[in-house]
């Protein structure tokens, strides 16, 4: 299941234009212990891969809306 998550996050990134991907979309709220690449409080930009396990939990805050 984590496998075809990590590709979907994949084919999102593919779809990013390349402009966009200067500015974060989102700030890490919360990371579980087994995250790797991020933590508490980090910016994420958008085409940014970050893998996550069936256990694994990540929350994350938009920073604007649709």
Do not use: E, F, Y
């Given at each position: 299941?984590?496998?075809i998550f990590a590709i979907l996050l994949q084919v999102v990134a593919?779809?990013?234009s390349?402009?966009?991907a200067q500015s974060p979309s989102a700030v890490v709220e919360e990371v579980g212990a087994g995250v790797a690449g991020v933590q508490l409080m980090d910016y994420v930009e958008p085409g940014?891969?970050?893998?996550?396990g069936a256990?694994?939990?990540l929350?994350?805050?938009y920073l604007k809306s649709c």
């Open positions: 299941m984590s496998n593919m779809t990013v390349p402009a966009s940014q891969v970050i893998r996550l256990a694994d939990r929350v994350l805050g």
